[in-house]
């Protein structure tokens, strides 16, 4: 049975890093994408960016495209995201969700994710 679980979050300043850790188990990355998604106060839950090991690829929001990095740690049991120049903008909950029936085209869709972790929280201070 898929499980993840987030891990990082914190209060940063402007123009400061985190990195958050998305725990799994139950499964394989050969099986099952990650999500990671973002909930801004007041804001509708939004995917943030998206890793599958089965077809080797990655994708960002155009919000974060450049400053945020996607990756596996060398077990292959934690994906990470490595948030940098961080802006208020980028505050919100963070959650890692997986899916074994996204791609490229289908990764935003939450309804196609058959786990998601409690969230962590992030807040960026101005």
């Known amino acids: 049975q898929l499980h993840v679980a987030e891990s990082g979050g914190g209060l940063v300043p402007s123009g400061g890093s985190l990195r958050l850790s998305c725990a799994i188990s139950?499964?394989?990355?050969?099986?099952?994408?990650i999500g990671w998604f973002r909930q801004a106060p007041g804001k509708e839950r939004k995917g943030v960016s998206y890793y599958n090991h089965r077809l080797d690829v990655t994708a960002y929001s155009d919000s974060v495209k450049g400053r945020f990095t996607i990756s596996l740690n060398d077990a292959g049991d934690t994906v990470y995201l490595q948030m940098n120049s961080l802006g208020p903008e980028d505050t919100g909950v963070y959650y890692c969700a997986a899916s074994p029936h996204t791609d490229l085209g289908t990764w935003t869709y939450e309804g196609l994710y058959d786990d998601w972790g409690q969230g962590t929280q992030v807040t960026v201070s101005s």
């Open positions: 139950g499964f394989t990355l050969a099986y099952a994408a």
